[in-house]
């Protein structure tokens, strides 16, 4: 996604109104919420992850994550699964997966294989914006989270997704609304690491399928390396 030359101003100015509102330990909120955004997201990409190559796809981790790095790193930079999909695709197939496979799963994985967004994202901000406006939630509430979130991360659109979520599953527990426009000071920050996981994801799912189907070619597999970085150049990030 490129990025609006006064889009950091807009950012500024969300925060400042949201600290205006909520007053200044808003700032130490956001830094913790931003915090455990990144760790479980990285628990999920650096522990969820391999320990499902290792144990289902019977490969080894490192390989994966070699050959998947540059994708993983420009849904980093450009906040976008549906931007980065022309070099998922690429990084997939390297990776030993049949192009036939690969043309198909990764484009249908851009849609509902959204871990960061759907999954992590609003269960945990769910939790923030109820304890901002001082709002108890119980068991059930957790175990609703929990739904929502597993339902979510399968059918959620690979530009929106985090907000609609977010949505949802605000309104299913009954929070304030208010809570969305709070967050959206500091969503970029956020999509950067939650677009990465779910942009692993894609790749991963691929490559586990085509293992457990006698379809991985292993070779090519474990003898992967990082893509060499002109090749990322030739990527057109979508807006």
Same mark, same amino acid.
């Given at each position: 996604?490129?990025?609006?030359?006064?889009? @950091?101003?807009?950012?500024?100015?969300?925060?400042?109104?949201?600290?205006?509102?909520?007053?200044?330990?808003?700032?130490?909120?956001?830094?913790?919420?931003?915090?455990?955004?990144?760790?479980?997201? !990285?628990?999920?990409?650096?522990?969820?992850?391999?320990?499902?190559?290792?144990?289902? !796809?019977?490969?080894?981790?490192?390989?994966?994550?070699?050959?998947?790095? @540059?994708?993983? #790193?420009? $849904?980093?930079? =450009?906040?976008? =699964?549906?931007?980065?999909?022309?070099?998922? #695709?690429?990084?997939?197939?390297?990776?030993? +997966?049949?192009?036939?496979?690969?043309?198909?799963?990764?484009?249908?994985? &851009?849609?509902?294989?959204?871990?960061?967004?759907?999954?992590?994202?609003?269960?945990? !901000?769910?939790?923030?914006? &109820?304890?901002?406006?001082?709002?108890?939630?119980?068991?059930?509430? /957790?175990?609703?989270?929990?739904?929502? =979130?597993?339902?979510?991360?399968?059918?959620?659109?690979?530009?929106?997704? $985090?907000?609609?979520?977010?949505?949802? *599953?605000?309104?299913?527990?009954?929070? @304030?609304?208010?809570?969305?426009?709070?967050?959206? !000071?500091?969503?970029?920050?956020?999509?950067?690491?939650?677009?990465? *996981?779910?942009?692993?994801?894609?790749?991963?799912? @691929?490559?586990?399928?085509?293992?457990?189907?006698?379809?991985?070619?292993?070779?090519? /597999?474990?003898?992967? $390396?990082?893509?060499?970085?002109?090749?990322?150049?030739?990527?057109? +990030?979508?807006?």
């Amino acid at each position: 996604m490129v990025g609006h030359p006064a889009r @950091p101003l807009g950012t500024v100015g969300l925060i400042g109104n949201a600290i205006a509102t909520y007053g200044w330990d808003l700032i130490g909120k956001y830094a913790t919420f931003t915090a455990d955004i990144y760790i479980g997201c !990285a628990l999920v990409l650096f522990g969820v992850y391999p320990a499902l190559l290792a144990t289902v !796809a019977k490969v080894n981790p490192v390989q994966f994550f070699k050959g998947a790095w @540059p994708a993983i #790193q420009l $849904a980093f930079v =450009s906040r976008s =699964s549906i931007g980065t999909m022309p070099l998922t #695709q690429k990084v997939t197939e390297r990776l030993g +997966v049949p192009k036939e496979y690969t043309s198909f799963a990764v484009p249908f994985g &851009a849609t509902t294989k959204m871990d960061g967004c759907a999954a992590i994202y609003p269960a945990i !901000a769910a939790i923030f914006v &109820a304890q901002i406006f001082d709002i108890q939630l119980g068991v059930g509430d /957790y175990l609703l989270i929990a739904f929502v =979130s597993v339902v979510g991360s399968a059918a959620t659109a690979g530009l929106t997704g $985090a907000t609609v979520m977010l949505t949802l *599953t605000l309104s299913t527990l009954g929070l @304030p609304m208010e809570g969305v426009g709070l967050l959206l !000071a500091i969503d970029p920050i956020l999509d950067m690491i939650r677009t990465a *996981t779910n942009v692993a994801g894609q790749a991963l799912v @691929p490559v586990i399928v085509s293992a457990r189907e006698g379809l991985l070619d292993r070779k090519a /597999y474990d003898s992967v $390396a990082a893509s060499p970085v002109d090749e990322r150049r030739q990527v057109t +990030v979508a807006a």
